[in-house]
């Protein structure tokens, strides 16, 4: 804002100059000639023009170059490239990360192929934020997630269905997923938020536990960097297809430093556009967190009742008119996690529990899973003996410059010994219900030519053991990968 210096003149003089000037332009005006400004009036337009020079000027207001129109907003991230797997799959058109970054049962050969949403899934969506009342805003989130190579929706039930009754060595690359193919496979929700009493949202939405774990991952949920990110496990309390609820009620604020946040999906149908609806359990899930000067935490405590984790079905169970296999679960977890900040590097690290028990309310073969598809073959005794999983992980993001990110993460999952039938504590591929282990390291350098196009380059090894390992045809896997992405 400009200051300007304004003299302040004694009464007495204030009459005399007013006095004079008045009388001037009286007789000017009265000559018919030219009004000239008063020799008070210019002392004072240069004392203006001068303390303006003197002012600090502002910064100009950063051009708004969002494509949005009477507050609705279009927006998309484009992410692809080519990568290398020393033990691969080949490319999935529905599969949402497209490739099996992560090491994989089905993993087999190497490969060189194209890559799609390596730092991130590619998306279209559309959003909206419209202050109805001072102070609230009438806020909604439409996205859908696509493969950019073919423009196929991500669909992980698709992907696995596909897969049916395949030899592991047969297959491409699959997985369960969050995303099924609905139209917004993303988010398809609705809302109020109020700047002094929070947010509340209603619809298809990401869970608190997704949001903290995109938030506190040193790679930001990439899927070929990142366990936390390809694996929904983390973000899913357990199955990923849980990542997102479903007519789901999600309230979240920030009180100065400190945020609270309360997420409920009711038990019973469960509504997908696009897709037949569910029969499914209820979800709740708690956040509490905070920042302090360059210190972030939260801890997010999840639970869901009937959780399904899909399969496509091997060559024993399949059938005409089979659609997939599944575990059915009650699961329930809490999550710790945390970043500080110091100088050009960004500290993270995170831990979640999480344990798996026999569903509370057990479905039959031929129930309906998330986009539509039957579930032909389903247990609900898988965990007669609770399933404990610990995963960890910590990493650094440094800026060398204003342009480049360098970033190296290491990722761990720790499972217990659960099996039935095989002893007491086993740790050994014989089942995969022994104790076992994952590991992965990442390194990652990312350049941003332009704050929407960046161009990346990085690594993740990623390798299992015993329990982990069991029925896979390689227990580890190397996969670079050079991309580019555009965001809008």
């Known amino acids: ?99 099996e ?30 202050e109805f009342v001072d102070g609230y805003s009438a806020i909604f989130k439409l996205e859908a997630g696509f493969d950019p190579l073919s423009g196929h929706l991500a669909d ?50 990401n869970g608190l536990l997704t949001d903290n ?23 899913g309390i357990g199955d990923t297809e849980d990542a997102r609820l479903d007519s789901s009620l999600k309230y979240t604020a920030q009180f100065g430093p400190a945020r609270v946040g309360a997420q409920y999906q009711p038990r019973g149908r469960q509504y997908d556009l696009g897709s037949a609806s569910v029969e499914g359990g209820s979800a709740a899930e708690f956040d509490v967190g905070g920042d302090y000067k360059n210190f972030s935490a939260d801890v997010v405590y999840s639970q869901k009742k009937d959780a399904i984790g899909a399969a496509a079905l091997s060559p024993g169970e399949f059938t005409p008119t089979g659609d997939l296999t599944g575990t059915q679960s009650d699961n329930a977890s809490i999550a710790l996690m945390a970043k500080y900040t110091v100088g050009p590097a960004k500290i993270y690290g995170g831990y979640e529990h999480i344990r798996f028990s026999n569903p ?18 389903l247990s609900n005794t ?34 217990n010994s659960f099996a039935t039938g095989v002893n007491n504590s086993c740790a050994s591929t014989r089942s995969s219900g022994c104790s076992g282990n994952l590991n992965a390291l990442s390194l990652v350098a990312d350049y941003k030519f332009t704050k929407r196009f960046d161009v990346y380059g990085g690594a993740m090894l990623s390798q299992v053991q015993n329990g982990l390992a069991s029925g896979y045809l390689h227990d580890h896997t190397i996969d670079p990968m050079v991309g580019a992405r555009l965001t809008f």
């Open 101 to 130: 970054y992560l090491v994989s049962k089905n993993g087999n050969k190497s490969q060189t192929t194209l890559a799609p949403n390596g730092l991130s899934q590619s998306s279209l969506g559309l959003k909206g934020d419209e």
């Open 360 to 377: 509370s309310d057990p479905l039959a073969n031929g129930s309906t899973d998330v986009g539509g598809y039957i579930l032909s073959s």
């Open 1 to 99: 804002m400009y200051f300007s210096h304004v003299t302040n003149l004694r009464q007495g003089q204030a009459r005399t100059v007013l006095a004079g000037s008045v009388a001037a332009i009286a007789l000017l005006a009265f000559a018919g000639v030219a009004q000239a400004e008063p020799a008070t009036t210019a002392t004072t337009t240069q004392q203006q023009a001068d303390a303006a020079q003197m002012a600090p000027v502002p910064a100009p207001a950063a051009a708004d170059d969002s494509l949005t129109y009477r507050g609705v907003t279009l927006y998309g991230t484009l992410d692809a490239g080519v990568a290398y797997q020393s033990h691969g799959t080949p490319l999935n058109r529905d599969f949402a990360p497209g490739l």
């Open 213 to 235: 774990v995109g938030k506190y991952d040193p790679q930001g949920g990439s899927y070929a960097f990142s366990v936390i990110g390809y694996s929904g496990a983390t973000a």
């Open 382 to 415: 898988s965990y007669n003996k609770n399933k404990l999983l610990d995963v960890y992980w910590t990493g650094v993001k440094y800026a060398v410059t204003e342009q480049l990110d360098v970033t190296g993460a290491y990722y761990g999952y720790s499972q």
């Open 156 to 205: 992980g039930t698709k992907s696995m269905a596909y897969n049916n009754g395949r030899a592991l060595t047969d297959q491409t690359s699959n997985g369960d997923s969050s995303r099924n193919g609905q139209i917004f496979n993303g988010a398809a929700y609705a809302g109020v938020k109020s700047n002094n009493y929070g947010t509340l949202t209603v619809g298809r939405q």
